[in-house]
């Protein structure tokens, strides 16, 4: 991971606007309709391009290809891995069931129409070998030439994804859980040889306070006991990857602020504290 003693090295989280041509192709695919396969592909690598160039122009110096290739920063994973079908019931917002039209402000866009998560079904492997060697392949040669210090993919956390997928097949949610946390680590570790850094991106940390998922493990066990276990499956997944080359970030809609740092930790004694966090669109690293 870059440092400096010169300056504070600028980075952020999160998924960044995508060209309209890029949108439309994304939504046919997700709804099921034929996409070629190599107009995706050029209109993904095209796209990472510009946001990379975007945000070498605006200062940034460590930079992401934006989720380009990512349907969701959450649901693109049944893509990637076996076992998933079908379409789950939603995750409710327990803290906003009170305000519907909030609810509609922040999710009933046309995008939010789009995203598609899949229940569990059947056995979960990784077969994402292609698609993440193209967005390191696309991030790669979209930083050449930028000046930028270095560059990161994105990827979802095994909770995250636990949290909206049910499971269907796997005895417990236990199992379920380090299921993913196994697939997962193919992905990671992929970003991770090939000279990116790895960003896991971890809101089920703090969502489990205010979140009814399929079925509300947090609420069983107690929050407490949730969050040790999904920082243990973080751990499973980034077992042997060096700590330098990864970082977790976790934030959880309106109620909490940012949080990113090499890790994750190797255990969870407590919450996540707010007071150590940063807040707003661009955190120092």
Known sequence: MKLSTDRILTTYTGSLPRPEELVKLTYAQEEGKPVDHDVMAAAQAHAVEQVVRHQAEAGIDVVSDGEM???GFVNYLTSRVTGYEGRAAPWVLDDLVEFPDLVM???GGEAAAHIVMRNCTGDIRYVGQDAVAADVAALSKAMSGTGVAEGFLPATSPGCFALAAPNLHYDGYENYLFALARALREEYRAIVQSGLLLQIDCPDLPMAA???????????????KYLELHVAALNEAVAGLPRDRTTWTWISPRCCPRSSRPGPRPSCSRPPTPGMST????SAS
């Open 69 to 71: 290739s990512k349907p």
């Open 105 to 107: 402000e922040q999710y």
């Open 210 to 224: 205010h979140t009814s998922s399929w079925d509300n493990t947090s609420k069983r066990i107690g929050y407490q």
């Open 279 to 282: 807040s707003g669109r661009t």
